[in-house]
T-cell receptor
C-alpha cells in the first residue's frame, strides 16, 4: 500500500525492557512525526523530522525516549527501560511540504508495558 | 507557546441535524494553519479540513466547514446534516508557520455521538 506503515501493530513487554517501534512513511514525504496517544486523549507531540534531522524533539518526555531517521525515510522510535506509564498508542505521521502540510497517519503501534 | 483548547468532551446530536465542535487556539505567530481530524473507534486518523491564517474565506469540504474567527482565535468545525457515521472523536490541531514543516499540536478532542 501507499500509506504510512507502522510495525509492530501491537507490542507487549515487561517493565524495564527495551522497545523499538518502526514507521515507514509515504514515499516522498520529507516530514515525519511521532505522537503518543493515551485512551480518550488527543495525540501528544513527541518529535518531528525534516529529512534525516530531528527538527523539534521538545515533546520527548525524558531521555529514555529516542528517535532516528538515518536515511530520511524510515524512522524508529526507541524506548529504553520501559515503564508502565509508557503504555499508549504510538502514532506516526508523514507530511509533504507542499499544499496544506496535512498529516497522513499510520494505524499506530499499541504498546503495553506490564 | 502554542495551545489548542477543545472545551466539549462529548456531544450528542440527532441524526440530520447540524453540529458545531468548538476549538480555540493560542499562538503569537501570525502565520499558522489549523486542521480538523476525525478518529473513529477503529483508531485511524482522518484529515477533514484545513484553514490557513491568511485565508480570506472559511474553508469548506463537502459537509464540513470551518468557522474561522481570527480575532477570537476560534476555529470551530461545523458538520451539516449529520450522519450515523459521523460518530467519532474529533481533534483540532494547529501548526505554527506556513510553507514548511513544523510542530503540529492537537487538542484533547470532542467525542461526537449521533442519535438515530
Amino acid at each position: 500500500g501507499a500509506g504510512v506503515s507502522q510495525t509492530p501493530s501491537n507490542k507487549v513487554t515487561e517493565k524495564g525492557k527495551y522497545v523499538e517501534l518502526r514507521c515507514d512513511p509515504i514515499s516522498g514525504h520529507t516530514a515525519l512525526y511521532w505522537y503518543r496517544q493515551s485512551l480518550g486523549q488527543g495525540p501528544e507531540f513527541l518529535i518531528y523530522f525534516q529529512g534525516t534531522g530531528a527538527a523539534d524533539d521538545s515533546g520527548l518526555p525524558n531521555d529514555r525516549f529516542f528517535a532516528v531517521r538515518p536515511e530520511g525515510s524510515v524512522s524508529t522510535l526507541k524506548i529504553q527501560r520501559t515503564e508502565r506509564g509508557d503504555s499508549a498508542v504510538y502514532l506516526c505521521a508523514s507530511s509533504p511540504l507542499a499544499g496544506t502540510g496535512e498529516l497522513f497517519f499510520g494505524e499506530g503501534s499499541r504498546l503495553t508495558v506490564l | 507557546a502554542q495551545k489548542i483548547t477543545q472545551t466539549q468532551p462529548g456531544m450528542f446530536v440527532q441524526e440530520k441535524e447540524a453540529v458545531t465542535l468548538d476549538c480555540t487556539y493560542d499562538t503569537s505567530d501570525p502565520s499558522y494553519g489549523l486542521f480538523w481530524y476525525k478518529q473513529p473507534s477503529s483508531g485511524e486518523m482522518i484529515f477533514l479540513i484545513y484553514q490557513g491564517s491568511y485565508d480570506q474565506q472559511n474553508a469548506t469540504e463537502g459537509r464540513y466547514s470551518l468557522n474561522f474567527q481570527k480575532a477570537r482565535k476560534s476555529a470551530n468545525l461545523v458538520i451539516s446534516a449529520s450522519q450515523l457515521g459521523d460518530s467519532a472523536m474529533y481533534f483540532c490541531a494547529m501548526r505554527e508557520g506556513l510553507g514548511s514543516a513544523s510542530k503540529i499540536i492537537f487538542g484533547s478532542g470532542t467525542r461526537l455521538s449521533i442519535r438515530p
